[in-house]
């Protein structure tokens, strides 16, 4: 199933932690209703949960790896540095001329939010309704708080944090999530996970923040092809490492219409933790062959 010759060469594992060291989706419901409660909009929460339900599920024609133009209200595919189709909340495809108008990547990346996980599926429904930055952290705030506690409480997965506490082969093992610290200091609590990592950072700001630190790792001397990159939103987890030469492994349960193709594609978190437990396990298989080697190179050049 896997490469062992890549995994047996990784020093550094870089993870996400919302959607990638738990899975949980049933929060999506409550938040989109905790965003249009009390605003002109609250009519329209029934309308909003069937679009992000659609989006979820893969039954939309915008879907997780496109991007929502918060200036156009539409979303958009983007292969390369260019969009090559577009669709509007109804579903109607976007004339190709429109398209072409969009230009490069750059041009637009003011205006773009990645659609990468459910979080991002609420954050465009929040930008489509045109929510106040203030009611959209409120609701966050709110709905982070419920997954810690019952009855909306998220399950742990033990067996996973147990192969990431045994997977001590590597040089590193890092967390970077885009959760701001408050929060992502009580998820990390809640899971009990915060001693299995080297690094922490919350707000990471990615994907400039996974870029920024990825060069930090190159700079101390590790090559990229030594550091694996895992997580469920592409855009922010994946993108920033492969575009630099590094390994990307992408854990979701959900449909992508992201193009790219990645080193390894999971979709359960108990892949996930047959994943550590086979780069522990490459990684230690190689250095018993290499000490082996050196032992018989050594008693060669000794006999002469």
């Not at 108990?270 to 032992?295: F, H, K, P, V, W």
Request: include cysteine; hydrophobic fraction near 40%; aromatic fraction near 10%.
């Amino acid at each position: 199933m896997y490469n062992e010759n890549w995994l047996s060469a990784i020093k550094v594992v870089i993870f996400d932690m919302d959607g990638t060291l738990y899975q949980e989706d049933t929060f999506l419901e409550r938040y989109i209703r905790y965003l249009l409660e009390g605003t002109e909009h609250e009519e329209a929460t029934d309308e909003a949960m069937r679009l992000g339900r659609a989006i979820i599920a893969g039954e939309h024609a915008i879907g997780f790896g496109h991007f929502y133009h918060m200036r156009d209200d539409v979303g958009l595919v983007l292969e390369g540095e260019r969009f090559v189709r577009g669709f509007t909340w109804e579903g109607a495809a976007i004339e190709e001329g429109t398209i072409r108008e969009y230009g490069a990547f750059s041009e637009q990346a003011v205006h773009l939010i990645p659609i990468g996980d459910p979080w991002g599926v609420v954050t465009a429904l929040g930008r489509k309704y045109r929510l106040p930055e203030s009611k959209l952290r409120s609701a966050f705030d709110r709905v982070r708080q419920e997954m810690l506690l019952p009855p909306h409480r998220f399950e742990r997965h033990d067996k996973l944090f147990e192969a990431l506490e045994a997977l001590g082969a590597v040089d590193k093992k890092i967390l970077l999530t885009n959760t701001h610290f408050e929060s992502g200091i009580a998820f990390m609590g809640y899971m009990g996970i915060r001693h299995l990592f080297d690094d922490v950072v919350c707000g990471a700001n990615k994907p400039a923040g996974l870029h920024a630190y990825f060069n930090a790792l190159l700079a101390q001397g590790y090559q990229a092809h030594e550091i694996l990159s895992i997580g469920d939103n592409p855009w922010n987890d994946l993108h920033p490492a492969k575009k630099l030469g590094g390994r990307t492994c992408m854990i979701s349960p959900y449909p992508s219409g992201d193009p790219e193709i990645w080193d390894l594609r999971l979709r359960r978190l108990d892949e996930l933790e047959q994943l550590m437990r086979a780069i522990q396990e490459s990684i230690t298989r190689r250095n018993r062959a290499d000490g082996q080697d050196r032992a018989e190179a050594y008693q060669q050049e000794v006999q002469g």
